[in-house]
């Protein structure tokens, strides 16, 4: 038996969701017809309000209310310094850690050809435009995964053919996470930490 | 930072759903955020609908467009035999087999007393007073679960308190699942089946 059309159709909705699947959408759904209306009615609301709210910082492209965004408008940030992430999440994820002042470009994903993703589904043209426009550091802080590092390089070779701008373009370090121990890391992150080794004896910063 | 005040907002009634935590609900709702806004509203459109358009039947509680609901309303269904299920998605499964031909009644849960869960909290009351009209047979169709086992114990004692109405009341069988092995069977299913044992040679239907 299948279930009267309209639950189906709220399965097949909560499917599309990404990592949902079928036993999953049918326990979401099923919740929300034996929750008070008002739960449901919330959550349709949240889903109208951020379609219709939320638009892309024509500058960095984040995720905002305005345009630009709080931290392209903001007189406090050094936009000399540009920090390159995947998703506007890491982005809030270093900004939580407030030990970056500079701005953001969010690129909306990373280069993956297997998916289908090329650099023209991602903002790299804009980057691009900014970095020509003058900037003294591009980070390239896409995630420290095969896809992430083809990203950061196809990047970077894209900056180094910028005539006539020179400009510092780095990478986020990759070694053991603090507070992990070196039983739990795998052997790459070993290795990463070995070839990143730093003086401590003599650390500048 | 916060996100805006919208995505928040929209990752707050993700997180309410059963089984999503913080990380899921940032996910979902950043791809709401990347996707077209047809993806958000249909999704907001299939709540709503099911807010509106489901209700209870008024015979065995489950989520029906109609009242009665189809298998109540149905010339073609044994009313005398009542199998008692947990959870609307328990009854489907039920009907996906074709073989079973009685009626059903949707407890819509399981006593839980840690949870706060009651008798009360169940449509046990309703089922009683079906059974209080008139049934042959009252299957016992909970899972089992030291939850489900206790609710079908609780509601077999309710069902042998009514006075000079006999009926019949069963559990489902348990066992190995078919297609299954010995050797991914559990201690208590393996209890179970040698418990429930028949005879092969002399097996009636």
Chains 1, 2 share one sequence.
Request: include cysteine; hydrophobic fraction near 40%; charged fraction near 25%.
């Amino acid at each position: 038996m299948a279930y009267p059309e309209p639950i189906e159709r709220l399965v097949r909705e909560f499917e599309k969701l990404p990592g949902i699947g079928e036993r999953t959408a049918e326990r979401l759904a099923f919740w929300i017809v034996s929750h008070p209306a008002e739960e449901a009615l919330r959550l349709a609301g949240a889903l109208r309000e951020v379609k219709e709210k939320i638009r892309l910082c024509s500058v960095c492209c984040t995720v905002s209310l305005e345009d630009p965004c709080g931290i392209c408008a903001s007189a406090n940030r050094d936009r000399g310094t540009i920090c390159v992430v995947e998703e506007t999440r890491d982005l809030a994820r270093i900004e939580a850690t407030a030990s970056f002042r500079g701005v953001y470009h969010v690129l909306h994903g990373r280069l993956a050809p297997l998916d289908g993703v090329g650099p023209n589904d991602l903002t790299i043209g804009r980057l691009l435009a900014r970095a020509r426009a003058g900037v003294q550091e591009i980070i390239l802080a896409t995630n420290p995964t095969v896809e992430g590092d083809a990203t950061a390089q196809y990047i970077a070779t894209r900056l180094s053919e910028i005539p006539g701008v020179p400009h510092r373009v780095t990478r986020l370090a990759r070694g053991i996470p603090a507070g992990s121990t070196m039983e739990y890391a795998s052997r790459t992150t070993i290795s990463d930490a070995l070839l990143g080794r730093r003086d401590i004896s003599s650390q500048k910063r």
